[in-house]
């Protein structure tokens, strides 16, 4: 598939391309990215034809919200679609004051999560003042996961299910947004959200890639009966299926445990005998998905980015796939391209 085709974006009339841009590495994501690299990789994607991105409040303390402002702002707005988040408020403090890991000389904002009705809209508003865009098309609820809040899971998400999906529908109605969503790490959640409200989409961070595929028990499957899109958000699963099983792998935003390192190399072992690159195996896996229209990858270099388009479109002979399924390594019932 070529990174700039267009693909319907489940039932929302929105066309996205397959290959989207994803920002929290411009963030400034666990070391700095300079504002030359930053619009030089947005530029980049954006001559090469990408018309999808995504960004967060979160990134960065607002910081990447402010640079795919800057970058995107003198585009026509009408030939690129924006997904952006609510959830955090961001308050203006001192850069003394503000705790800034996993993010790094980020923006001069501490962060507030706030799920209310008044909360979301003014979470929209302050995204749009720093994006200095009119609209977002997609708008996500974020981090409503065990992974980002532990033990209050289930309060925050009782919030969510009533203020900010009040706020995001009106938003919608008033046609201010044209899909709303949830943007988290847990495919469960993903599917208790959907079950419980008619949300239009959802962005599954790391969690239905080469390496894994439990999203396929329910959540895709109702997504597919439903006509709910879903983006892939760290799809090589925050590094390693870039990278290889080589030392220092990065997956879930840490290093990579044995057993994990241990399932790539056989992966990467079949890789081998059929001459494909693994990370070409997995941006191309996940699309392959019917309710998948797009796969974001992060990217921290020009050279990471060219590298990620050419692999997006690196020819994969289709027994590639059948022995991966032969051997284990990828479940039977999964789409492949
Ligand atoms: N809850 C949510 O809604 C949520 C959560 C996570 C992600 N997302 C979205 O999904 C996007 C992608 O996720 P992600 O950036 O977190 O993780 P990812 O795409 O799984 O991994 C990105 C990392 O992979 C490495 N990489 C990428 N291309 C490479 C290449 N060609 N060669 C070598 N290494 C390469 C880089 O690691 P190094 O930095 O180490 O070089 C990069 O930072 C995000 O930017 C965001 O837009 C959303």
């Known amino acids: 598939m070529r990174p700039d085709s267009r693909v319907k974006f489940g039932r929302s009339g929105l066309e996205v391309t397959p290959f989207g841009f994803g920002t929290a590495p411009i963030g400034n994501i666990f070391r700095e990215i300079d504002e030359e690299t930053s619009d030089a990789m947005i530029q980049e994607a954006w001559n090469q034809g990408v018309r999808y991105y995504d960004t967060a409040p979160m990134y960065g303390h607002g910081l990447s919200e402010l640079r795919t402002g800057h970058s995107l702002r003198w585009k026509n707005r009408d030939d690129f679609v924006l997904s952006s988040k609510v959830g955090r408020i961001l308050k203006p403090a001192r850069k003394e004051d503000i705790e800034y890991a996993p993010w790094t000389n980020a923006g001069r904002f501490t962060m507030h999560f706030d799920y209310s009705y008044d909360g979301t809209m003014r979470s929209f508003e302050d995204s749009l003042q720093r994006l200095n865009l009119e609209r977002i098309d997609i708008c996500f609820i974020h981090d409503i996961d065990v992974f980002t809040r532990g ?31 949830v943007g988290v790490n847990e495919w469960e959640v993903c599917h208790a959200a959907l079950e419980r409200r008619d949300f239009d989409c959802f962005l599954l961070a790391g969690r239905y890639t080469l390496l894994e595929q439990d999203a396929l028990n329910k959540f895709l499957p109702l997504c597919e009966e439903r006509g ?66 797009t796969f974001m990858a992060g990217t921290r270099t020009v050279e990471q980015l060219k590298q990620n388009l050419d692999w997006f479109s690196h020819p994969i002979p289709s027994e590639f796939w059948g022995v991966l399924k032969e051997k284990g390594l990828l479940r039977e019932d999964a789409p492949t391209p």
């Open 151 to 181: 033990d209050e899971q289930p309060e925050v998400f009782e919030q969510a299910m009533d203020g900010a999906w009040k706020a995001l529908s009106k938003l919608k109605e008033e046609g201010l947004v044209k899909a709303i969503g």
């Open 228 to 293: 709910a899109a879903v983006v892939v958000g760290g799809g090589f699963n925050s590094g390693i299926l870039a990278t290889g099983a080589k030392e220092g792998a990065k997956y879930n935003y840490a290093p990579a445990p044995e057993d994990i390192m241990d399932r790539v190399r056989k992966i990467e072992a079949v890789c081998a005998d059929f001459n494909v690159p693994l990370p070409a195996a997995a941006l191309q896996f996940v699309v392959a998905h019917p309710a998948v229209p």
